[in-house]
């Protein structure tokens, strides 16, 4: 990616994240949950079709030499875009890496997410293997409870009070849900108000958890127009380079449900929680309407 786009990614969320910086040249802790937008490599260890093993994936990856890590992209994610805007050159390892877990890593977080995965535990299941947003939680409690025969009991709750919690999740079961059914297979289909409210509600279903195993710091990123990419604009049959509007309403209802919900848990859980929700939609819409304010690699 145009080094001018790592420079405008979620403003808030990166100020946000200064703002929990103990110290200017001290790293910070963050645990990392999700899909494929923030996999770092989980996916290697599992018996998936969705891989990013191979190349061309990582050939713009610096710190791997242009070798594939299994991000799914030609770069860094947009996790990994953040932490090195704060000066951070190491990215928390991937939990399914032999050594994610060790003392001398641990410091550093923990990446859980997995390519294909979604809120719901039976998304991507076409795709054979990934680890779902509960699982991935149910990982953190066993890094958690490392953690606790590590530094004691105390020591952990102040160190996970201060590390950053990062859920990038949902564009899978969305994705899942407007796929036409497999006839074999075929369920009838949830209306899409209800697939909303149960997406919101096994989300914070998730976040509740980990708000009692010691989470208190939450970015939760919202699903970006996927009606406008290629896949569903085919699938959806939409007009010549449109994008599929009820792809995208469908998302917006989605993100607005979840929004709301954010709010209220920031006013349910006290001040010592906060939860911050990344508008990913409207800053993936800026970058399409507007690319050539972003650098010439999204104008072809
Ligand atoms: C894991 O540990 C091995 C041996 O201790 C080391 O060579 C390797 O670089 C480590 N991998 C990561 C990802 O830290
Ligand atoms: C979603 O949450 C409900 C409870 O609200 C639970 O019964 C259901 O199993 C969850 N579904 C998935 C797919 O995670
Ligand atoms: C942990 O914190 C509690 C409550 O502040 C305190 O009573 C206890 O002594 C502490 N335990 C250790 C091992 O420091």
Request: hydrophobic letters at 40%; proline letters at 7%; aromatic letters at 10%.
């Amino acid at each position: 990616m145009a080094s001018s786009v790592a420079a405008s990614p979620p403003l808030c969320v990166l100020l946000f994240l200064l703002s929990l910086r103990p110290h200017p040249t001290a790293s910070y802790t963050s645990f990392v949950f999700g899909d494929s937008l923030v996999d770092t490599g989980n996916n290697n260890y599992l018996f998936t079709i969705s891989k990013a093993d191979s190349p061309p994936y990582g050939i713009d990856f610096a710190p791997s030499g242009g070798q594939p890590t299994g991000r799914f992209t030609n770069g860094r994610t947009i996790f990994d875009v953040i932490v090195q805007g704060l000066g951070d050159s190491s990215f928390p390892p991937p939990y399914l890496a032999p050594n994610a877990s060790s003392s001398s890593t641990i410091f550093v977080g923990v990446n859980y997410a997995s390519g294909a995965s979604g809120i719901l535990d039976e998304t991507g299941s076409l795709f054979i293997e990934r680890i779902p947003l509960g699982k991935q939680v149910q990982y953190f409690e066993e890094t958690r409870d490392y953690l606790v025969g590590t530094l004691g009991e105390n020591a952990t709750g102040k160190f996970l009070r201060n590390a950053v919690f990062a859920i990038i999740a949902g564009s899978n079961d969305i994705l899942n849900y407007l796929e036409p059914s497999i006839p074999l297979f075929e369920k009838t289909k949830l209306p899409p108000v209800a697939l909303q409210d149960m997406m919101v509600s096994n989300l914070t279903l998730h976040l509740k958890h980990l708000h009692e195993l010691g989470a208190r710091k939450f970015v939760v990123v919202g699903v970006g127009p996927l009606g406008c990419i290629p896949y569903i604009r085919v699938i959806k049959l939409a007009a010549d380079g449109r994008c599929s509007s009820a792809a995208n309403q469908l998302i917006q209802g989605y993100n607005m449900k979840l929004s709301r919900r954010i709010q209220e848990l920031n006013e349910e859980m006290g001040p010592e929680t906060v939860f911050v929700y990344a508008n990913s939609y409207d800053i993936v819409r800026e970058l399409m309407q507007n690319y050539l304010r972003y650098g010439k690699c999204f104008s072809t």
